[in-house]
């Protein structure tokens, strides 16, 4: 059951990969492996072996492919061999697809041996989703084949099953599992027990289980005592706990970490987040040593489902002196703003700020970034004046963190003042400050605003990029300025021929939208033969047989074939695809029909087929 040294790294790595923390994405499947081989069994579990490679569980495309795989398997009436099926399930398991994983279990051939770690990892989940009916048929079925039980199959099935129908069951079921060997943490399984059983109110159970599971063999520790203590300590029976505690002095023995260590990294990797959650809780309530690396895997997979609990974990660690990786932070962070705990966050940070435990720009920008997207304005700009205060350069970064949060909120006269303040600082402000500005006055329509905003950033030698010039001249045009806004994009033609194509169908699209075809025309004949027009030239023409300005279109199609005609054929083939969406048949007739003359749509082009049965 024990994870390898490097556990906690994978994973935190794995975490990171699923949630998008870190870690780059993975493509998705080829053609070539979405076309299931089902020629033979053995065929086809290498196939199956590849889409379930762990490697390949954070990819969105591999659960549909598995799926599909398994169907066309099915459909195909392939047997498939008892390895395949064990590996399916395992796959299942890992993707969430529990009842899908329980059927293909089901299918196991009674005289295979089965898997321990997978019957382990099924009899858990099975359990800790209540479903303790197809537990127990699993248990069952272990028993008869002389399956191996470990600590996290066994340990989450008896506390779900102590949960629900108390002790006296608890204890059948540990004697009907007496014979097994060290693959059962006994002192483990009994925490968990006594833990499932106060969770539910069942104190007295709890405190009759440290001596009926200590007369078996499964001796209590220190841990499940304290458990017990406190339970009674919340229902306010002082008598009965210094009794509970003088016992544990007297007959408990003392928690290996090593033996916790390797349960709640075990329950994490097979995605107990709520069993995992409870155990990490009775342990850093009573104060009981726990690894960094530990903890850090905690906050983040607890983050998942409990933010209060994941906060909790990292509040224990700061008080223990030591700090949370930025990766875990981070997680954190993003799991408290989804639920609205900006306040909790914040108490967080400022434990972590008073201690002294960040220095430097980056970590001064996660504080300022992650208050800015709960909301807390104020909290982000106090931030900012402490860091001045102590001497140390907030950073571009950090600035332009509570420009989005300002301008998101529509505080504008603030912003304007954040602005000026980054000059009195020396902070120059970077694309990206023009840009969230920019943005957001073009949005309100301050032009003035947007244009000396955009003259200042060429003044300051701040290249604009296509961010910059959707704004200004989307802005523009809807503003009726369009001299202006084909200024705009004349000096993206003069920076970057590359850039101005794609400013040129913002343009060229503004114009449409507004109605101004004629303007749209005249800056597609002016456009210099350097820069790529294809797209804008589609868009113009699709406009025009839209707004049933046919004769222009026509006239703009041959302007395209005697100036463009190394593109003129792409451009026809866009545009044909395009006409799909038109609200009118009737001008994409006469376009069609004029194109067909000048041998531009062939008799089999399904536009004619269509135009010939609309009017036959």
Known sequence: MAPPPSAPRLLLARLAATRGISGRARPPPSAHAAAVPTSTPEVFHTHLASLAAPSRASNPATLPSLLAALSRARAARLPLLPAT???????????????????HFGLLPGSAPLPAPLCNSLLAALASTGSLAAARKVFDRMLVTATELDTLGFGVFVKNVGRRDGLDEVLRLVDAVHHQGDSINRSLVAAMVVDGLCRE???????????????????PDFVAYRIVS?????????????RILKQKRKLSVAPRKVDYRELLLALVSNRQISEV??????????????????????????????????????????????????????????SLCRNKKGDEMWEMFKVLLDR??????????????????AGKVREAYDVIKEIKRKRLDPGISSYNSLMVTLCRNDLLRPAKKLWDEMFTSGCSPNLQTYNILITKFAEIGETGEVQQLFDHMLQKGVAPDGATYTSVITMLCQENKYEQAEEIFNKSVVQDPKLASSVLTVLILALCKQGNLKAALSVMFSVPSNIESSNSHVILLKFLTDAEEIEMAL????????CCSSTFQDIMNELMASLSTSASLQPVT???????????????????????????
């Open 277 to 334: 959650k409870e155990m990490a809780e009775a342990i850093v309530s009573g104060d009981f040593p726990i690894d960094d690396d530990v903890l850090n895997v905690l906050v983040c997979s607890v983050s998942e489902i409990d933010a209060d609990a994941a906060i909790m974990f990292c509040k224990f660690m700061i008080g223990q002196g030591r700090l949370p990786g930025t990766e875990v932070l981070v997680q954190l962070c993003e």
């Open 85 to 103: 099926r064990a590996l399916a399930v395992y796959a299942l398991l890992r993707h969430g697809r529990l009842p899908d994983a329980l059927a």
């Open 356 to 373: 002294g435990c960040w220095t430097s720009e980056k970590d001064y920008h996660l504080v300022v970034s992650f208050l800015g997207k």
């Open 555 to 562: 006239e703009h199609i041959k302007w395209i074939k005697r």
């Open 230 to 242: 406190e339970g009674f300590r919340i229902a306010e029976r002082a008598d009965e706990e210094g």
């Open 590 to 616: 006469k376009l069609v029909r004029y194109l067909h003359s000048q041998g531009l749509v062939d008799e089999v082009d399904p536009w004619m087929k269509l135009i010939d049965n609309a009017y036959a």
């Open 201 to 219: 109110g069942r104190i007295e159970d709890a405190w009759r289980a440290l001596e009926d599971m200590r007369l078996r063999g499964w001796k």
